[in-house]
């Protein structure tokens, strides 16, 4: 079981590198007025077929057929639908694949979201084959990352270079400190 | 909030010495496994443990810490794989941050393996 949301976002986009998305789209969105705490992983990767999409939430199934998926995708399930939330793909072979997962922020059995920095800056640092554009959002506050607009200003630079790593891991800790004001939840 | 001036300015800086390393095919790489199985159990924080002291202790030219998928050995994540040139692949497993700190000091700094936490050390029945 994953102790935070945020390495289920981890799970599942890496799910989507070895989809062979080029454009990972992460939206994590917070909203303690309705209670809600939004997480949405789009990619357009391969996709699945009904048929997968309809076997992805089952452990046992899964695990022995689509070993892309495995058991991943039924912890993060699980996580949001025991919050009292929801969690749903949708997905088409071709064009994408999208994971929503909807939790109620103030129930008691809500993983905290951890380290959704690490996260994505995990996600931007090694996969230089993939675009990420991440959109974090506290009530009525929001930043955005794109990696295509880093890549455009550095030209070939790769994001591991030590001194790009770390603007990245600066660019997402100051820019999450100044939407939610450092609210730990 | 950070710029992209910022990034402009860093990209000018580190041009030149990016060019030396990006061709270099002596380099040792290091590998996390980062599945289901190796997050769940704890491998992002030792990829980041990694990546910092790779960095931190100068090692970026001769160094690659990257990230795979499943390696297929569930039970013994968070495993890393150390690749040198010309020699047999080692790998340890059950790491953490800690653990993947003596690695880089003892093994890839110091050229030495640690072998109470590679595999073959483990107790395989």
Redesign the interface.
């Known amino acids: ?2 102790p935070e949301i945020s ?1 289920n976002v ?2 599942v986009a ?1 799910n989507s590198t ?1 989809a062979g998305a080029s454009l990972v789209q992460i939206t994590v969105k917070a909203d303690t007025v309705q209670d809600r705490l939004s997480v949405i992983i789009a990619d357009d990767g391969c996709g699945m077929t009904p048929e997968q999409v309809a076997q992805v939430t089952d452990p046992f199934f899964t695990s022995r057929t689509t ?1 892309k998926v ?3 995708v039924p ?1 993060f399930k699980y996580a949001a639908e025991s919050t009292g939330g929801s969690f749903t793909i949708e997905s088409e072979v071709g064009v994408g694949t999208t994971v929503t997962a909807i939790f109620t922020m103030s129930h008691i059995d809500r993983m905290p979201l951890g ?1 959704i920095t ?2 994505i ?2 996600l931007a ?2 996969h230089p084959e993939t675009d990420f554009l991440y959109r974090y959002c506290y009530n009525d506050r929001s ?1 955005e990352l794109d990696t295509r ?2 890549r455009e ?6 994001f ?8 990245i891991k ?2 997402l800790t ?2 999450k400190l ?1 939407t939610d004001g450092g609210a730990v939840y | ?2 710029s ?1 001036e ?3 300015a ?2 000018e ?3 030149n010495q ?1 060019s030396m390393r ?1 061709e270099d095919h002596a380099h040792t790489r290091v590998v996390v496994g ?3 199985c190796g ?2 159990s704890g491998a ?2 030792v ?2 443990a990694l ?1 910092n002291l790779v ?1 931190e202790k100068k090692l ?1 030219n001769r160094v ?4 795979t ?2 390696i297929g050995l569930c039970q013994y994540e968070p495993i890393v794989e150390v690749m040198e040139p010309g020699k047999p692949k080692i790998t340890y497993i059950k790491m953490n941050p800690e653990k993947a700190a003596e690695v880089v000091e003892r093994h890839l700094i110091g050229g030495h393996i640690v072998e109470e936490y590679t595999l073959n050390s483990a107790d395989i029945k």
């Open positions: 079981m994953m390495l981890l799970d890496e070895r070993r495995g058991l991943g912890f380290d690490s996260t800056h995990t640092v090694y930043f607009q880093f200003v550095l030209g070939g630079v790769p591991d270079t030590p001194e790009i790593s770390e603007y600066d660019y100051e820019n100044e | 909030m950070k992209l910022e990034l402009r860093i990209r800086r580190v041009q990016v990006a980062m599945a289901t997050i769940a992002r924080p990829l980041t990546s960095q970026t690659a810490v990257t990230q998928g499943c």
